[in-house]
């Protein structure tokens, strides 16, 4: 809005003047809004939705769509995928700007954008999840590791003596892995799941790093499937104990509550479900998916 930080905050006292209600509660750890606020708030943003997006209501579905549409990936994945979506949506409708952000943490972007793509499942009420496409988490090793093992894998405790890869998050390299046991390709429903903790003499913050790690024989990690597909169909990785399943990580697009559902977001969400229909990373030839040398 080019206004200092001083000139937002007459503007507001004057809004809770002109209201007769406290919007916002200031502490010295920012500005928390009020039930009133907080209502006030999603109310307008609605309205601006409603006022931005009556071009395209009113206008028929024939004509080419128009408008901005902002959008937010993982680094990995939207340079992999949605980077090429927004291509082909382009080219199929070029009065529609779309504006592609790559974050390590897309989620905390999502106040800054239309669409946050995120791997996995999301608890947030504020948004609604389309799933664009299945992955599983998968347990991966190289083979040069595997053939180290003194005995099969079959048992997920059989991880907690063995060296894993681990992702570093809030200065705490212990990480918990939990599985389900499967029956004739199927989750048990009737077992409990399996809590692990499992240690790595060395960690990262970046996934990236991880899986290098991993395939040079450094130990076990816990990785997505889409990430994983190539080097499992290269046999630079096997999968290890495929009788178990993590919990899975949908490729989820997420939209916020309070808005309305345009005619461009909807067509980005169908042309990406288009794009990852089959999936990608389930259309390789896979030696050592689902199995391989001790797995």
């Not at 799941?193 to 990262?204: D, L, M, N, Q």
């Not at 290098?212 to 994983?228: D, F, K």
């Not at 080097?231 to 999968?239: C, D, E, T």
């Amino acid at each position: 809005m080019d206004l200092t930080p001083p000139a937002l905050t007459i503007r507001l006292r004057r809004l809770e003047e002109q209201l007769g209600v406290q919007l916002a509660v200031r502490t010295a750890r920012g500005i928390h809004l009020t039930d009133e606020g907080r209502r006030l708030l999603e109310e307008a943003l609605d309205l601006l939705e409603q006022v931005e997006t009556l071009p395209e209501r009113v206008i028929s579905e024939a004509r080419a769509l128009r408008g901005h549409v902002r959008i937010v990936a993982p680094f990995g994945f939207g340079r992999l995928h949605i980077a090429s979506i927004v291509h082909d949506l382009h080219r199929a409708n070029p009065d529609l700007t779309v504006m592609l952000t790559l974050a390590e943490n897309p989620l905390a972007h999502a106040a800054a954008n239309d669409v946050v793509i995120h791997i996995g499942e999301v608890k947030d009420s504020s948004l609604v999840g389309y799933t664009l496409a299945p992955n599983d988490r998968l347990v991966c090793a190289s083979p040069n590791f595997v053939q180290t093992l003194r005995e099969k894998l079959t048992h997920p405790t059989q991880l907690e003596t063995l060296p894993c890869m681990c992702l570093k998050e809030n200065d705490d390299t212990m990480t918990r892995w939990r599985f389900t046991e499967r029956a004739d390709g199927h989750v048990k429903s009737s077992r409990k799941g399996i809590s692990i903790r499992v240690k790595g003499a060395i960690a990262s913050n970046d996934g990236g790093v991880i899986t290098t790690w991993t395939v040079a024989g450094l130990g076990v990690m816990v990785r997505s499937e889409w990430e994983v597909a190539p080097l499992l169909s290269s046999g630079q990785l096997v999968q290890l104990l495929p009788d178990w399943q993590l919990a899975s990580a949908p490729v989820m697009a997420l939209v916020s509550t309070r808005k309305g559902m345009s005619a461009r977001l909807r067509k980005f969400i169908e042309a990406a479900k288009q794009a990852l229909d089959p999936v990608p990373w389930r259309t390789m030839n896979h030696p050592g998916f689902r199995g391989g040398p001790l797995g």
